[in-house]
């Protein structure tokens, strides 16, 4: 499909609009999780309306000594990817076209949710991130803008602006994509030679180590509550078998609920290992968190969950998550 490359939000407020407007925010260097993300906008607008990707690299999100300046700038690539996802339009403004008159005196603040994890390492970036968010929102005019949950913090934090502040659109969450070897794709891996991106597979395997540990603990869970709470439910739980669920029955059966704590120490310890690498991986943060504000859970927390970490590895830095959901040790599933 032919692909529509404007540079000014006159020219976007002129074209004509019949049925919903999807947004898709990015700041270039577009790949394959940017392409699911139009692709979706594609089903969610319908043969009748329109997606619209904006390309914009927000100097408010970067601090003093992060990549500004050499962040990849490939518009030419982007349209073409942009086109073939299903774009109907890329806004690619100047930063004057944002930002008319020079930085903003009136800016979004995050809050305390913006101060935590990525808010800790990167003071000011989700005030910037939210800033831009909202003037774009109003540049572009959606009905409804689309994320990619790799950034799990900025989803949540823009989901709470838009309620917050009555913003009329609507937010969806589109899963993180991921490479065969399971990093997360990210505008950034391309910086991360042949061995740096052997360290870096630690942040996703760190992940999926969480994630393993979880459901096994889930499955044992599901099985206790399948027999009375008494000696016999140890002895149930090891006769399933598995290696890993019989050395588990006894901590079940005795429920330390929900488990968090074993999902963090399967995740560190993959970490551990990476920071013995060559390249090492450099933690900066592992988490375990409540979605609502980002909080560390509890061992007796149930619901929905974050597993999220980041790490440098040479000069990139690098984020990942993954989501979890803890249920109550006698509730059914």
């Known amino acids: 499909m032919t692909t529509t490359v404007l540079s000014t939000a ?29 692709r979706t906008a594609r089903t969610l607008a319908g043969p009748d309306g329109e997606v619209v990707v904006t390309v914009f690299v927000n100097p408010l999100q970067f601090g003093r000594g992060e990549d500004l300046d050499r962040y990849p700038r490939t518009l030419d690539a982007d349209v073409e990817l942009a086109g073939r996802s299903g774009a109907d339009v890329v806004f690619a403004p100047a930063v004057d076209e944002v930002y008319p008159g020079g930085e903003p005196q009136v800016r979004i603040t995050a809050g305390p949710m913006g101060e935590r994890l990525e808010g800790s390492s990167r003071p000011g970036h989700f005030d910037g991130m939210l800033t831009v968010v909202a003037k774009l929102l109003h540049l572009t005019r959606p009905d409804v803008a689309l994320y990619g949950q790799k950034d799990a913090q900025q989803l949540a934090l823009i989901r709470r602006m838009v309620r917050d502040l009555n913003f009329g659109v609507e937010i969806v969450g589109v899963p993180t994509v991921r490479e065969e070897d399971g990093l997360a794709l990210s505008s950034r891996n391309r910086y991360l030679s042949a061995a740096e991106r052997r360290t870096a597979l630690a942040l996703s395997g760190a992940l999926f180590a969480g994630q393993d540990r979880h459901a096994a603990q889930e499955a044992l869970r599901a099985r206790a509550r ?33 488990g968090p704590a074993a999902v963090r120490a399967a995740a560190r310890q993959v970490l551990d290992e990476a920071a013995r690498l060559e390249p090492p ?41 993954v989501p979890l959901t803890f249920t109550s040790f006698g509730a059914a599933s």
């Open 281 to 321: 991986l450099a933690l900066d943060y592992l988490a375990l968190v409540d979605p609502a504000d980002f909080t560390e859970i509890g061992d007796d927390f149930t619901g929905d969950a974050i597993l999220a970490v980041a790490a440098r590895v040479g000069a990139t830095r690098l984020i990942d998550n």
């Open 10 to 38: 006159a020219d976007l407020h002129a074209r004509a609009r019949a049925g919903r407007r999807a947004v898709v925010m990015t700041m270039g260097a577009l790949h394959e999780g940017h392409a699911t993300l139009i």
């Open 226 to 258: 399948e027999v009375p709470a008494t000696r016999a439910r140890a002895e149930a739980l090891s006769a399933i078998g598995e290696s890993r669920a019989a050395a588990d029955a006894h901590a079940v059966a005795t429920a330390v609920p929900g």
